[in-house]
């Protein structure tokens, strides 16, 4: 916001959009941390299923690795998905392009770990649908307007 000679503010308000984009986004992070969550509270008997029907050359150690490297990729996706959202709420423009790189870790992580841990999968469809609706032409007036009050 800035003032100008009459004394007035400059508010930019925030179009449906880009609230509608920052709610799927949230959603995406949790979905993130929800599905983290439940494979670690889960994590034995993931492990115990996949050990039967692995192949014979694969390991419990390395099942159980593999498993315990996404749960923490999961979790790490998820916080800082969510502390983009926290930033781009508040109106931090460079948030929305963070959420591009955001989009394409977790694209990456749906193309290495697969798509078995549901939440985590239906999680990055709803970021992908919120980063489309960021960059429309209503929500890239709001932050060219952001840009000229900051």
């Known amino acids: 916001m800035t003032i100008d000679e009459s004394g007035e503010q400059d508010v930019v308000v925030r179009p449906k959009l880009v609230t509608t984009a920052i709610v799927l986004w949230a959603l995406d992070g949790l979905a993130y941390l929800a599905g983290a969550t439940l494979v670690m509270s889960s994590h034995g008997a993931i492990v115990d ?5 692995a192949p014979k050359n694969i ?7 593999q498993l315990t490297f996404e749960e923490f990729t999961a979790l790490g996706v998820g916080i800082l998905t969510v502390l983009l959202v926290y930033l781009l709420m ?17 694209l ?24 489309a609706f960021l960059f429309l032409p209503s929500s ?10 900051a």
């Open 49 to 53: 299923s996949l050990v039967k029907t």
């Open 59 to 65: 390991t419990r150690d390395q099942i159980n690795g």
């Open 140 to 149: 890239n007036a709001y932050f060219a307007g952001l840009k000229r009050t």
């Open 90 to 106: 508040k109106g931090n423009r460079w948030s929305r392009i963070a959420l591009v790189v955001m989009a394409f870790v977790q």
């Open 108 to 131: 990456a992580c749906q193309l290495a770990f697969g798509i078995g841990i549901v939440p985590v999968a239906a999680g990055t469809l709803l970021g992908l649908v919120g980063l």
